[in-house]
Each structure stands twice: as structure tokens, then as C-alpha cells.
């Protein structure tokens, strides 16, 4: 059975940075692409980062990129989300997916999803 567990949301100011964790079980990290993805209500899932292993290929939304880094851990079955310079637009609940999607941004290519972990950053 997939399961996919984020952690570390927390309450930061502005300029602060935070880093999320996606603890994943039942998946070989080989075969899926995972990702972050973030929503506000009232709005849309979001992709944030991406990462695949073949080919290796990281993906940034405009938006975070030189301020977020996605990474894993594969001994320790976890995909990070580190979050730099964060802003109050930054403020969402962020999820961890994984699958074999045709666009990483699409979230409805997505076959597994956590629960989310909330981040809110304050100016």
C-alpha cells in the first residue's frame, strides 16, 4: 500500500524559510515522478517542484524557483521541499504526489497524494 505523509508546515514571517518532508512507503522512487503542489481555497492545485530519477530531472514553478529546492533522501524513503525567502503569497497547503504524470503540473496525472501540511508566512 502507497502512503505519502508530509510534514513541517509551520507558522514563519516573511524572508524566513522552512523545509517539508514527504516520508513515502509502498513506492519505488525509480518508477514514479513526485512533486509538490500547493492550494489555497478558492483556488486551484498549484505545482510547485518536481523531481524524476530517468531521466534525473528537476522542474521548478516560476514562481519559487532560486528560492525552493526539491531533493530526496532515498535511504530514508523522503522527498524534501526546502523553502527559502518565503513570502506571504507563499501561504498554502502543501502536498506531496507522486505518479507518472505527462505534464508535472497537472495534478490529475497524479496517482498517489498525502494529506498536506499547511504553511503560512506573515509580513
Known amino acids: 500500500q502507497v502512503q505519502l505523509v508530509e510534514s513541517g508546515g509551520d507558522s514563519v514571517q516573511a524572508g524566513g524559510s522552512l523545509r517539508l518532508s514527504c516520508t513515502t512507503s509502498?513506492?519505488?522512487?525509480?518508477?514514479?515522478?513526485f512533486s509538490w503542489f500547493r492550494q489555497v481555497p478558492g483556488k486551484e492545485r498549484e505545482g510547485v517542484a518536481s523531481?524524476?530519477?530517468?531521466?534525473?530531472?528537476?522542474a521548478y514553478a516560476d514562481s519559487v524557483k532560486g528560492r525552493f529546492t526539491i531533493s530526496r533522501d532515498n535511504a530514508k524513503n523522503t522527498v524534501y521541499l526546502e523553502m527559502n525567502s518565503l513570502k506571504p503569497e507563499d501561504s498554502a497547503m502543501y502536498y506531496c504526489?507522486?505518479?507518472?504524470?505527462?505534464?508535472?503540473?497537472?495534478?490529475?496525472?497524479?496517482?498517489?497524494w498525502g494529506q498536506g501540511t499547511q504553511v503560512t508566512v506573515s509580513s
Open positions: 504526489a507522486a505518479g507518472r504524470p505527462d505534464n508535472w503540473l497537472r495534478p490529475g496525472s497524479y496517482t498517489y
Open positions: 523531481l524524476y530519477t530517468r531521466p534525473r530531472e528537476l
Open positions: 509502498g513506492v519505488t522512487y525509480s518508477n514514479y515522478r
